[in-house]
């Protein structure tokens, strides 16, 4: 799958959302039923894998934790744009507080 195409869905998917989710609606709305199915399940992947990743807490804080989440994540996966990372970092910061 083109990475630019699964940025832009990761975007479209959770950008404007007040409680940060997977809005699959919109990305049927945006996307059309054909792709729209199989965007649905790699954003819904992405985000799964970034919010289950393990996490030393120590002493850090909520946004210092969701910040070494993600860049860990973006190790993993360097197709990522900072935009799209920034999406997922909003599902993970919204699970973990």
Not at 61 to 75: K, W
């Amino acid at each position: 799958m083109d990475p630019a195409v699964v940025n832009a869905a990761i975007v479209v998917a959770i950008s404007d959302t007040a409680v940060p989710h997977i809005d699959k609606e919109k990305l049927l709305e945006v996307y059309g039923q054909s792709q729209a199915e199989s965007l649905i399940a790699r954003v819904s992947e992405l985000v799964h894998e970034a919010v289950s990743m393990p996490l030393e807490w120590g002493d850090m804080t909520l946004a210092e934790g969701v910040n070494d989440i993600l860049r860990r994540f973006h190790e993993k996966h360097p197709e990522l744009s900072q935009e799209a990372l920034h999406e997922i970092g909003r599902c993970v910061g919204w699970n973990l507080r």
